[in-house]
């Protein structure tokens, strides 16, 4: 079974729609020793097929050609690498997250924001200013499992690399292995969606729909990033004591509006959000939103019909299902890091493709429940893991396709500039493509939190 013929299966689609999918193979597009080009494609083509089935769904036509071109994919995959503003190229790690040299092995520490840089700082009981050189000699004396388990007892992130087979005898590991690639679902009973029928050019298959984003980082962004491109009004809500990385926010803040709102002080304005929301994308540590009444259960109670999407690191469930992570993370701890290494010194994959395949199947996901939805109404759920999306890349991503069509010889193609409140901006197209589609966001990033609360 080919990749996106998995996928499809586990977002419920019907598998006579795969004949509407052609693929353009490029050469040297995210090479690795894992099949990270087959993981990619397959992700962006069932994505992309879903937002073609909504739109057939809604406007009563053929659902339309789906084009997956490697090219595409390979850039968007790396589109914070390819962010400019004003000409200036974005630092994506910082000097304390990266690999180091342990007395029995190797970890990996992420520390970006600055939070997580002084928990990890305190944990090593080292000075606020430590520089990488004081951080390398304290962790060339300590043992990684140990080191482990200190920082993340103190809030802070590092993991310890592990081999595959190492993973697979972890506890967490094992609870990973024991699921599939997503959970979907429905929680609740309820009438069945009502869309107003679709169009216009081009054809926008989540107008409509009211997308809350309360995700960070890429995988959550991504994915609300792509429902924005289909033409969903999605606003990103943040804490305001908690501000996102300016990059990153501007990597994935195409077609969106953000707000920040305390949820706790600001309750009576958030509840007015929910009562007109239609999906909620989730992206913290799981049980983080909780007592904000985010579980699928009580936004069923209180809203039904919607449809509530979450993302987490490593599940919900086992040992660490209360840890927060990184794509960077998730590589070293399940095997990949290892595997795309040497005998010298771990590797990792051309691309954060854990978190960007896993952005655009939440999408996928998403767009699946809606269009169900029109049918056969419900509230529905549907929960996804990078940790997951790791043991798929390792254990199923089946490797296999025919002669390339072409060769990947320049990303130029799929890089585009616009002017914006941020400056002038050159950034990746996305990779979601569809005969009547959008080829790009109808608006720019604009700055951290500068949108009111509110929908328009």
């Known amino acids: 079974m080919t990749g996106i013929e998995y996928l499809w299966s586990a977002l419920g689609g019907d598998p006579a729609l795969l004949s509407r999918v052609s693929t353009v193979v490029r050469d040297e597009a995210l090479d690795a020793r894992l099949p990270v080009r087959e993981l990619a494609r397959s992700c962006v083509g069932a994505c992309a097929l879903a937002a073609a089935e909504l739109s057939a769904r809604r406007t009563g036509r053929e659902v339309p050609a789906v084009r997956v071109d490697d090219g595409a994919i390979a850039t968007a995959f790396v589109s914070e690498r390819h962010l400019l503003v004003d000409g200036r190229a974005p630092v994506t790690f910082t000097p304390l997250s990266r690999f180091w040299r342990t007395a029995d092995g190797w970890m990996r520490t992420h520390a970006n924001y600055p939070h997580h840089r002084a928990r990890l700082l305190d944990a090593l009981g080292l000075p606020a200013d430590a520089s990488a050189e004081a951080v390398s000699a304290c962790l060339a004396e300590r043992s990684a499992l140990e080191v482990e388990r200190t920082v993340y007892a103190a809030g802070g992130l590092a993991v310890a690399l592990r081999t595959a087979q190492e993973w697979a005898a972890h506890e ?24 107003a029928p679709l169009d216009g050019d081009p054809l926008l298959p989540a107008a409509g729909l009211r997308v809350l984003d309360l995700t960070r980082v890429i995988a959550g962004p991504v994915a609300t990033r792509t429902l924005a491109l289909l033409g969903a009004d999605v606003l990103r809500i ?56 985010l579980t699928p259960e009580a936004l069923a109670e209180r809203s039904p019909g919607i449809v509530v999407a979450q993302l987490s690191a490593w599940g919900a469930y086992g040992p660490w299902g209360g840890r927060r992570g990184f794509d960077s993370l998730v590589q070293v701890a399940t095997g990949i890091a290892a595997l795309e290494g040497s005998e010298e010194k771990p590797g990792a994959l051309p691309a954060q493709a854990l978190d960007h395949g896993t952005g655009y199947l939440l999408a996928a996901a998403v767009l699946r429940a809606v269009t169900e939805q029109l049918d056969e109404g419900g509230t529905r759920f549907v929960r996804l893991a990078l940790a997951q999306t790791a043991s798929w ?32 901006l050159r950034y990746a197209l996305s990779p979601v493509s569809f005969d009547g589609g959008p080829g790009d966001w109808s608006r720019p990033p604009g700055p951290w939190g500068s949108d009111a609360a509110r929908w328009m």
């Open 393 to 424: 890349l390792v254990n199923g991503v089946v490797r296999g396709e025919g002669p390339a069509d072409a060769s990947y010889d320049s990303p130029a193609p799929w890089l585009s500039e616009t002017d914006s409140g941020l400056g002038r």
């Open 238 to 293: 943040d804490p305001p004591g908690l501000p996102e990385l300016a990059d990153q926010h501007a990597d994935t803040g195409f077609g969106k509006r953000s707000a920040t709102l305390d949820l706790r002080a600001d309750r009576r304005a958030f509840d007015e959000l929910l009562a007109s929301t239609d999906v909620v994308v989730t992206g913290y540590r799981p049980g983080a939103l909780d007592r904000f009444g």
């Open 172 to 195: 967490q590991g094992a609870a990973v292995a024991g699921r599939g690639l997503l959970e979907r679902g429905r929680t609740a009973s309820s009438g069945v969606r009502a869309l």
